[in-house]
Structure formats: C-alpha cells, structure tokens
Antibody
Framework: QVQLRESGPGLLKPSQTLSLTCTVS??????????WYWIRQPAGRGLEWIGR???????DYNPSLSSRVTISLVSSENQFSLKLNTVTATDTAVYYC???????????WGQGIQVTVSS | SDVLTQPPSVSVAPGKTAKITCEEY??????VHWYQQKPGQAPVVVIH???DRPSGIPERFSGSNSGDTATLTISGVEAGDEADYYC????????????FGGGTKLTVL
C-alpha cells in the first residue's frame, strides 16, 4: 500500500516561493505507469488541480497556474516536489499530493498540508 | 469551476435517493470520476470511468454519463454519506487538463 506525505513550510509571505515535497513510501516513484499530482483546496472551497509529473519527468500544468508552477521528481529520495512562485493570499490552501493514472483516477492521497500566505 | 457545473447543495432524507449532477457540453464523450470528501479528510473515489465502482464502495453508489450531464446516484442514503462530492474530467483536447466540478454538499436530513 503506497503512502504519500506532504512536507514544507506552512507560512509564507507574499511574493515568496512556495516549496513543498511529497515523500512516497511503499512503492517506487519511477515504477509503474503512475502520474504524481498536486491538488489544492482553499478553506471552505473546492478542489483545484495544480499539475502532475510522470515517472519519465514529463509534466502537465493547470493553464491558470502554469506560469508560476514547477513540478519535478526527486527520484533519489522517492519524492516529487512543487514550486509555486510569487505567492499571494489567494494561494492560501490545503495542498495535497496524490498518485493517479492518466485520467486522474487517484488511488492514494497525502493527508494534506496547510499553507498560509500572509504578511 | 466554470467548465463542470454542479449544484452547490443537495438535501435528501435517510433511505431516499440522492442524485448529484455534473454538467458540461458533451460530457458524455469524456470519462468522469466522482470523489467523496468528508471534513478534514482527503477525497476518496466512489465512482470512476462514468459508472465503475471501486472495491469497498457500497452498491448504493452508481453513476451514469450521457449527453451534457453526468450523474452520481446514491440509493438508500445513509447519514454517513453526508459529504462533499466532486466530479472530475481529464480534458485531453483543449489543454485544460484535469478539471474538478465546483462540488456539491450532500446533506442528509
């Protein structure tokens, strides 16, 4: 049973870069045909897809965030990462990492990490 | 979401049937997944690929998808079904990528 766990700073100031890591255990991030996803959810609001990375390192991003987002594999650590540049208060949310297939059928999620952007 | 439209809320009495819709032009030509999210928890898939039910999900949950509307149906609703429900579609042709519906809060009266 694969498990995912998000980690990173919980508080940022506006204009800083959000950097999160998802550590995968119970399976190799390079194995299989899985995609590794980042999804976020502002308090009291819906889910928003941020992007995904394939085990080859290829990526897809939400067009509304693509100019600020980088998702990459850290294979040596069995992790994948999220970087979101120039954050504002609207980036405040719970950030989830997840494993899924090409059609975004998710079978494993992290527990989520709260990230707050505030001056 | 401006693309996938869900009713913000649906209310149903215990034992009755709840229907949650997800509307988009020609959604019937796409594959739809449905996720259930309870407060403080990560979402869980309850229906995938329009109408397939993962192991462990009760038979009370079913899905359909045709034309401009996908529907999640929960028969014999129980108190434990109270949650937010999201539809999801992967848009391959118009570069939108993964799109979530806005979510529907199911309230069991």
């Amino acid at each position: 049973q694969v498990q995912l766990r998000e980690s990173g700073p919980g508080l940022l100031k506006p204009s800083q870069t959000l950097s999160l890591t998802c550590t995968v255990s119970g399976g190799s991030i390079r194995g299989g045909t899985y995609f590794w996803y980042w999804i976020r959810q502002p308090a009291g609001r819906g889910l928003e897809w941020i992007g995904r990375v394939y085990n080859s390192g290829g990526t897809d991003y939400n067009p509304s965030l693509s100019s600020r987002v980088t998702i990459s594999l850290v294979s040596s650590e069995n992790q994948f990462s999220l970087k979101l540049n120039t954050v504002t208060a609207t980036d405040t949310a719970v950030y989830y990492c997840a494993r899924g297939d090409y059609y975004a059928l998710f079978d494993s999620w992290g527990q989520g990490i709260q990230v707050t952007v505030s001056s | 979401s401006d693309v996938l439209t869900q009713p913000p809320s649906v209310s149903v009495a215990p034992g009755k049937t709840a229907k949650i819709t997800c509307e988009e032009y020609k959604i019937g030509s796409r594959s739809v997944h449905w996720y259930q999210q309870k407060p403080g928890q990560a979402p869980v898939v309850v229906i995938h690929s329009d109408s397939d039910r993962p192991s462990g999900i009760p038979e009370r949950f079913s899905g359909s998808n045709s034309g401009d509307t996908a529907t999640l149906t929960i028969s014999g609703v129980e108190a434990g079904d109270e949650a937010d429900y999201y539809c999801l579609v992967w848009h391959t042709s118009d570069q939108l990528g993964v799109v979530f519906g806005g979510g529907t809060k199911l309230t069991v009266l």
